[in-house]
Nanobody, 115 residues
Framework: QVQLMESGGGLVQPGGSLRLSCAVSGRFLSTQTMAWYRQAPPGKQREFVARIYGDGTTRYADYVKGRFTISRDNANKIVTLQMASLKREDTAVYYC????????WGQGTQVTVSS
């Protein structure tokens, strides 16, 4: 069983940067795809942010492309989301996701972009 724990969220000013981490515990397979999603209040649907495949290939949502970078450290079982040039509309709870059957979600970490 895989468990995910996000960290690194917080309050940042527009234009600032944050680094989110997702620590994986349990039976982690380095070949499995992992991703970040986010959910903004109130009641908005969870949306895709970035994905990284086992071979290191990455995919990004258009609204974060060029600003966010996803990476993975399989040896230490950590997936990172480096966020730069943050905008107010990036405010959301960010979730880590492990692609398996069924998929596994972390508990989320709050990112607030505000002056």
């Amino acid at each position: 069983q895989v468990q995910l724990m996000e960290s690194g969220g917080g309050l940042v000013q527009p234009g600032g940067s944050l680094r989110l981490s997702c620590a994986v515990s349990g039976r982690f397979l380095s070949t499995q795809t992992m991703a970040w999603y986010r959910q903004a209040p109130p009641g908005k649907q969870r949306e895709f942010v970035a994905r990284i495949y086992g071979d290191g290939t990455t995919r990004y949502a258009d609204y974060v492309k060029g600003r966010f970078t996803i990476s993975r450290d399989n040896a230490n079982k950590i997936v990172t989301l480096q966020m730069a040039s943050l905008k107010r509309e990036d405010t959301a709870v960010y979730y880590c996701y492990y692609y398996s059957f069924p998929g596994v979600w972390g508990q989320g970490t709050q990112v607030t972009v505000s002056s």
